[in-house]
T-cell receptor, first 114, second 118 residues
Framework: SQKIEQNSEALNIQEGKTATLTCNYT??????LQWYRQDPGRGPVFLLLIRENEKEKRKERLKVTFDTTLKQSLFHITASQPADSATYLCALPNYGGSQGNLIFGKGTKLSVKP | GAVVSQHPSWVICKSGTSVKIECRSLDFQATTMFWYRQFPKQSLMLMATSNEGSKATYEQGVEKDKFLINHASLTLSTLTVTSAHPEDSSFYIC??????????????FGPGTRLTVT
């Protein structure tokens, strides 16, 4: 069955540094991958979608890579700020399920210290 | 934008009672709405997928008679937790995808509803 792993449960970095979060998947080849941000007690917020034929995508200080050979996506936040502290979820389409539904990783909780 | 609201944001109910949670897409028509449940420090677990005017599709292990979903219009879906028990206490979140959006399937999430059953 399809599996998603976000290897780090938590990541602590200093303000100004680049945060790098990892998402690995097994047992299928998704057409796209998504990243979301979730703050405590809130619903996730969509950040970026990257398709299988895209190696890299950027949005302001965010950069996502998608390596279909390694079955891995990396999510980078450059010049990180304390306001970037949140849990970041990666999500992949659930091909075994109903239309458009996603499987989410457990998330990586990022803490950016001033 | 793509704003999804949920009501109520939190609710406390007694064991055995039923609770209804509303999910609305405020500025777009939703092709599909999804209901998730999230326990502390766990990921989102999909409960069911709902399309306007048709029966919801439930994930394995989710009791359709306990978690009633009604998708009355392209902007409103409701989840009713019937005969709630303390183990149903959780954070319930809905999401929606936009009608007519081709390609990617990003989901727009509501703020969530914290349910506590005493």
């Amino acid at each position: 069955s399809q599996k998603i792993e976000q290897n780090s449960e938590a990541l602590n970095i200093q303000e100004g540094k680049t945060a790098t979060l990892t998402c690995n998947y097994t047992n299928y080849s998704p057409a796209y991958l998504q990243w979301y941000r979730q703050d405590p007690g809130r619903g996730p917020v969509f950040l970026l979608l990257i398709r299988e034929n895209e190696k890299e995508k950027r949005k302001e200080r965010l950069k996502v890579t998608f390596d279909t050979t390694l079955k891995q996506s990396l999510f980078h936040i450059t010049a990180s700020q304390p306001a970037d502290s949140a849990t970041y979820l990666c999500a992949l389409p659930n091909y075994g399920g109903s239309q458009g539904n996603l499987i989410f990783g457990k998330g990586t909780k990022l803490s950016v210290k001033p | 934008g793509a704003v999804v609201s949920q009501h109520p944001s939190w609710v406390i109910c007694k064991s055995g009672t039923s609770v209804k949670i509303e999910c609305r897409s405020l500025d777009f028509q939703a092709t599909t709405m999804f209901w998730y449940r999230q326990f502390p420090k766990q990921s989102l677990m999909l409960m069911a997928t709902s399309n306007e005017g048709s029966k919801a599709t439930y994930e394995q292990g989710v009791e359709k008679d306990k978690f009633l979903i009604n998708h009355a219009s392209l902007t409103l879906s409701t989840l009713t937790v019937t005969s709630a028990h303390p183990e149903d206490s959780s954070f319930y979140i809905c999401s929606a995808t936009k009608r007519g959006l081709a390609g990617g399937r990003e989901q727009y999430f509501g703020p969530g509803t914290r349910l506590t059953v005493t």
